[in-house]
């Protein structure tokens, strides 16, 4: 059976890729739970200090899986997609954003919805000029419910924030970069290389240092 994430280690950089390209990495709970078992393992190895999260193929991810919603027999008439998906989704979000490494979301291309929760719970985000970026909760009658409404503001402000959601307009990698969202935007060609320079960086200093300055920085920007 194909695995739902594929891991790959160089030196100190974890590389995390979401591997259901022919579902566009679509969010399932399978997904999720291989997801959490590798941040619980990666956040535990003392030996790495940078965790890059990606996906494989045309998409960061697209989102959660309809159709596995739907075979589940999900209710989702009240707008939500399942307090299981729900649990294991903001666990998974926990781990990245309380995790003593570095987090760097690697958008190579679609992102929306879920994806894009997923996404921004990493400490930088960087992102392929070609990629398309959206929320479209509003357009398929979902709620938020994995901490979209709390972080989206804190990249771009919460009058941009509202303007996205409830247009469910998407945009490109220029223009998220351009609203904030990522730190750059690059031809997809180019990301790969830039985001792996940033990770070797960040990896050749105090692990230490990254683990209080993220505390501090969390704790700032919850004032």
């Known amino acids: 059976m194909t695995q739902n994430i594929i891991i790959n280690i160089n030196d100190k950089v974890a590389e995390i890729i979401l591997n259901r390209p022919e579902r566009m990495n679509a969010i399932t709970i399978e997904l999720l739970k291989e997801l959490k078992d590798a941040l619980l393992s990666i956040n535990k190895d003392e030996s790495l200090s940078v965790i890059i999260v990606t996906g494989a193929g045309k998409a960061f991810s697209a989102g959660v899986d309809l159709r596995q919603l739907e075979a589940n027999g999900t209710d989702v008439s009240s707008g939500g997609v399942g307090k299981e998906l729900d649990k294991h989704a903001n666990e998974v979000i926990k781990l990245l954003e309380e995790s003593p490494k570095a987090i760097i979301s690697k958008i190579n291309g679609f992102c929306f919805t879920g994806g894009l929760e997923l996404a921004l719970a990493a400490d930088l985000i960087y992102i392929a000029n070609e990629a398309k970026l959206g929320d479209t909760h509003a357009i398929l009658g979902f709620r938020p419910s994995w901490g979209l ?7 771009i ?12 307009k998407t945009i490109s990698g220029i223009q998220a970069a351009e609203y904030g969202i990522a730190l750059e935007s690059l031809p997809r060609e180019e990301l790969d290389s830039r985001v792996n320079e ?10 230490n240092s990254i683990r209080a300055y993220k505390d501090l920085y969390s704790a700032a920007s919850n004032k």
């Open 198 to 207: 940033i990770a070797i960086k960040i990896s050749k200093n105090s692990p």
């Open 157 to 168: 402000g919460i009058a941009r924030a509202k303007e996205l959601s409830f247009t469910a």
């Open 149 to 155: 409404t709390q972080r989206l503001p804190k990249y």
